[in-house]
């Protein structure tokens, strides 16, 4: 035991220094990696005329929300209409100040985008600083002169559409719904989806859950199998992971965001799509005009392509009859003649809506 | 009003599955004397290690394999940490928490930018259409396999007397000649590999796909488990069907519409309310481990 205290005293200080000194710096250097993605080029090339667009994301963009703002700056960077480049998981508003702030003193963009919904202060100041540059930034508030855009997911139209297929569908009249939180941009989409569900079925109720987090999908899958034990048997999922519960329990679900068809091609009835591009050729316009404080949310509408029902899968379990299927189609139509609009309702949406018992607003 | 109460039990199970295997990995660590934050990142590890593999190999069981693989990796990075290098328990846990959960998420980014895999095969429950049994195997080996079987181990096995022997007093224990880094070191080899099979049980038993966040905190919930049990294993069992429970039934109340006006974030923060609550009552005086938090050196 001397001997090796004594070796201990010797030798071990420089060794535990050294050893300290490299599992720190292995750390920082792999919890660096992990959040942000650094500047990434996603062009046709760095001398080109197109205009470059910065990204600026509070979220990693795995997180469909900002993922659907990347994929369509993306697309607009590989029809070389605009040069790309981006940063993520910027996710305090001090961060958000800081990197905005650099990037609109450094980089000179001619525009920037992306979601001010944890930073509103902190967007709209760096905004005011810079009043040349556009920002156009997903947002609760109001657009801000000269410079200073917002944008929303108005995914209305869809929800509605798709809350015709549910309530066509539904066999024990009870549909359950898993949404994130009661804040206006899914209050609007679950509203819509139970007017959508009363035009089909007014018998119908709709059961709603929020789980109070964007990201927890064995939460929501855990939701949607309280609602089948509740006697659901067609689920909506604002949320991921409810089709996962709809799988197991052999009934239709409507998915979000994307087309989820993949992740069970027997049981994804359709999806609600959000495609941000006419938003983002909406902001390369300000980017190579003027720049302008507008509310970009209209470009979301469905009449504009801003949002969509995914292809609706006929050959989901139970099916889906071709009368219903040609009502939803008439009111797509109609959405996209303009002749019928989808009422907005921002209110936080009930736990068990008895759908005859929903005002729909005139038009 | 009217719940369901066998979806209610069947619920309850499913939820406490995690919990029960990384609380139970928790414990064997802590009673060591190792308090183990990198539990949520373990748990994080062993979910993504266990979806990535499943995914490239088609086989869940594959999957495991690899997650159970990850969480001794873990293991012994705390043990790197706050064993070899005797550096202060809370920062080197909070620090393997974060590093696990980066790389995984850089990872994640690299191979799968834009896409949402998921898998083919997952594992499926067992006696499917039967209420309340209709569990995935996991859950079983949680309930019936690993609460007993760890329960039997500390209390009756010479591995388990030389554990809560370092964990009480690693002096006595070292002059014993039991070899106190050699038994931390297994104990969060063994705790990690626990955790993060609770974590792969998300991945590969739940859902069958990944995402960011997946293990949202259920590993902190884990620590208020071990501490509200006071380092024995049954009642960490008992509180995590507590927390399950609460968090089951909050998701049926929520949706009656009897309970139509309570507000959602009450019901939501129910579970949580639950373990203080139990912990306000039966967690007080609470005695800790004897070397709990402290670095062993010989003088």
Redesign the interface.
């Known amino acids: 035991?001397t001997t090796?205290?004594r070796r201990?005293r010797a030798g071990r200080p420089v060794r535990?220094l050294a050893?300290?000194l490299g599992?720190v710096a292995l750390?920082a250097s792999?919890?660096?990696?992990?959040?942000t993605?650094g500047e990434e080029t996603a062009s046709n090339g760095g001398d080109s005329d197109a205009p470059l667009i910065y990204g600026v994301f509070a979220t990693?963009?795995?997180?469909p929300w900002d993922?659907a703002i990347?994929?369509a700056l993306q697309s607009a960077a590989e029809d070389g209409e605009i040069e790309y480049k981006h940063v993520d998981n910027v996710n305090t508003s001090d961060a958000m100040e800081r990197t905005l702030r650099d990037i609109a003193g450094n980089e000179s963009p001619d525009a920037i985008m992306g979601d001010a919904f944890a930073a509103e202060e902190a967007v709209r100041k760096v905004a005011a600083e810079f009043p040349d540059i556009p920002f156009a930034f997903g947002s609760g508030e109001e657009p801000v002169e000269p410079n200073m855009s917002v944008f929303d997911n108005w995914l209305q139209d869809p929800a509605y559409l798709a809350g015709m297929l549910a309530g066509g569908l539904t066999k024990s009249d009870t549909i359950?719904v898993v949404g994130a939180m009661?804040i206006p941009e899914v209050n609007r989409i679950v509203n819509a989806f139970v007017m959508g569900v009363k035009e089909t079925n007014p018998r119908a109720t709709v059961?709603?859950?929020?789980?109070?987090?964007f990201?927890?999908?064995?939460?929501a899958?855990?939701?949607a199998?309280?609602?089948?034990?509740?006697g659901a048997d067609v689920l909506f999922a604002e949320r991921?992971?409810v089709i996962?519960a709809a799988e197991?329990a052999d009934i239709p679900v409507i998915g979000m965001m994307?087309d989820?068809h993949?992740?069970a091609p027997g049981h994804v009835l359709t999806s609600l799509l959000w495609n941000m591009r006419p938003t983002v050729d909406a902001v390369v316009e300000q980017a190579t005009g003027e720049p302008a404080a507008v509310d970009l949310g209209e470009f979301s509408f469905m009449k504009v392509g801003g949002s969509d029902l995914a292809p609706i899968n006929t050959d989901v379990v139970g099916g889906v009859p071709d009368d219903l299927l040609a009502r939803v189609e008439e009111r797509q139509g109609q959405i996209m003649d303009g002749s019928f609009v989808t009422p907005v309702d921002e209110s936080a949406p009930?736990?068990?809506i008895k759908v005859s018992t929903v005002e729909v607003p005139e038009q | 009003m009217s719940l369901n109460l066998l979806a209610l039990l069947g619920a309850m199970l499913t939820i406490a599955t995690p919990l029960i295997w990384a609380g139970v990995g928790e414990l064997v660590v802590e009673r060591t004397g190792v308090l183990n934050l990198g539990i949520e990142g373990t748990m994080y590890l062993g979910a993504f290690v266990g979806f990535l593999v499943a995914l490239r190999t088609g086989s869940p069981w594959l999957g495991l394999l690899a997650a159970v693989a990850s969480g001794v990796v873990a293991g012994v990075l705390m043990g790197l940490f706050a064993v070899t290098l005797g550096l202060n328990q809370h920062v080197s846990g909070l620090g393997l928490t974060l590093l696990l959960i980066a790389v995984c998420e850089f990872t994640f980014r690299m191979l799968y930018a834009g896409e949402r895999p998921t898998l083919d095969t997952k594992f499926d429950v067992l006696l499917p259409g039967v209420e309340v049994l209709d569990q995935h195997w996991l859950t079983y080996v949680a309930f019936l396999v690993l609460a007993p079987g760890s329960w039997w181990v500390l209390r009756s096995t010479g591995a388990g007397y030389r554990l809560r022997a370092v964990g009480e007093s690693f002096e006595a224990a070292d002059v014993a000649g039991i070899s106190v880094s050699g038994v931390r070191y297994a104990a969060l080899m063994v705790g990690g590999a626990f955790m993060a099979v609770g974590g792969a049980f998300l991945t590969l038993s739940v859902l069958g796909s990944f995402t960011l966040d997946i293990i949202n905190g259920r590993g902190w919930v884990c620590i208020a488990l071990v501490i509200f049990a006071r380092w024995r294993v049954w009642p960490a069992v008992c509180g995590a069907l507590i927390f399950a429970g609460t968090d089951a039934l909050q998701l049926q109340l929520a949706i009656t519409p009897a309970f139509g006006d309570v507000p959602r974030e009450l019901m939501l923060a129910l579970p949580y309310l639950a373990v203080i609550v139990a912990l306000a009552v039966w967690g007080r005086s609470v005695r800790y481990p004897g070397s709990y938090l402290k670095a062993h050196r010989r003088a």
Do not use: W, Y
């Not at chain 1, 990201?215 to 939460?219: L, R, V």
């Not at chain 1, 199998?225 to 509740?230: K, L, P």
């Open positions: 035991m090796l205290s201990g535990r050893l300290r599992v750390a792999l919890a660096a990696c992990g959040g993605t990693p963009l795995e997180e993922g990347h994929a359950g009661p059961k709603v859950s929020m789980i109070n987090t990201f927890d999908p064995a939460a899958k855990q939701a199998e309280a609602h089948v034990a509740a991921d992971g996962a197991e994307v989820q993949e992740e009930g736990s068990s």
